[in-house]
C-alpha cells in the first residue's frame, strides 16, 4: 500500500487539476462588443476654431424610457410585443449622453451657415435658445427597421415655450447590429436637421 501512495497522490493531482481548469473555461462568458451611435454629419462649426456669432442652443433635457437606460442594446421587431435584449452588444457610453451628442452635432451642422452652436445643456454654455427632447420609442432589430419617435419643444433663454412638435420615422436596419446602429444614428441626424430648422 505504501508504494501505490505516490501513484494515487499523482493520479489525485492530476485529477485537481482537469477540474479547475475545466471550471475555468466553463464559467469564463463571451466578452461584449461596443457599439457608439455616430453622427453621420460633419460639425463644421466648432468652438474655439471657429468664432460662434450665430444662435447658440442647449440641447436638454432629454429623456429617454426606462427601457433603454442600459447597458445593453434592445431589439424589438416592429410592433412586436416580444422584447430581446442583446446581452453581448453594449453601448460605449450612456445611451442617453450618445443620443444628445448626436443630436448636438447634427443641429450645430445645420446652423453652419449662420455660424451657430448647439451644445448639451449640462456644459453650463450660455445659450439663447433650449430644445427639450422626450423620446417615447428609440429601438428596432437587424433585418428589420428602426424607429425613432421623440416629442420636442423649443424655448427661449427667459423659459418661454416658443414652439413644439413630434419626429416620428423609420429607417432600415441591415442585417447585423452594426447595421441597426447605423440605422439609429442616421435617424438621429435627420431628427436634429429638423430641429436645427426650427431655430429662429
Known amino acids: 500500500m505504501k508504494k501505490r501512495a505516490p501513484s494515487l497522490l499523482l493520479a489525485l493531482l492530476a485529477l485537481a487539476g482537469l477540474l479547475t481548469a475545466g471550471g475555468c473555461s466553463l464559467g469564463r462568458s463571451p466578452r461584449p462588443d461596443f457599439y457608439m451611435l455616430s453622427s453621420p454629419v460633419e460639425n463644421v462649426v466648432q468652438s474655439g476654431k471657429e468664432k460662434i456669432s450665430g444662435p447658440r442652443v442647449a440641447i436638454g433635457p432629454v429623456s429617454i424610457p426606462g427601457y433603454l437606460d442600459r447597458p445593453q442594446l434592445f431589439l424589438r421587431d416592429g410592433n412586436d410585443v416580444k422584447v430581446e435584449l442583446a446581452e453581448f452588444n453594449h453601448w460605449s457610453e450612456p445611451f442617453g449622453e450618445g443620443v444628445t451628442r448626436v443630436l448636438c452635432d447634427a443641429v450645430?451642422?445645420?446652423?453652419?451657415?449662420?455660424?451657430?452652436?448647439?451644445?448639451?445643456?449640462?456644459?453650463q454654455q450660455p445659450f439663447q435658445w433650449r430644445i427639450a427632447v422626450d423620446i417615447a420609442r428609440f429601438d428596432g432589430a437587424p433585418n428589420g427597421s428602426v424607429i425613432l419617435d421623440a416629442g420636442w419643444s423649443l424655448v427661449n433663454e427667459s423659459g418661454e415655450e416658443l414652439k413644439s412638435g413630434r419626429f416620428v420615422q423609420?429607417?432600415?436596419?441591415?442585417?447585423?447590429?452594426?447595421?441597426?446602429?447605423?440605422?439609429?444614428?442616421?435617424?438621429?441626424?435627420?431628427?436634429g436637421a429638423v430641429l436645427g430648422q426650427m431655430i429662429p
Do not use: Y
Open 108 to 123: 450645430s451642422a445645420s446652423l453652419t451657415p449662420r455660424k451657430g452652436l448647439a451644445s448639451p445643456m449640462r456644459s
Open 170 to 191: 423609420h429607417a432600415p436596419a441591415g442585417p447585423d447590429i452594426p447595421s441597426m446602429v447605423q440605422a439609429q444614428s442616421t435617424l438621429l441626424a435627420q431628427f
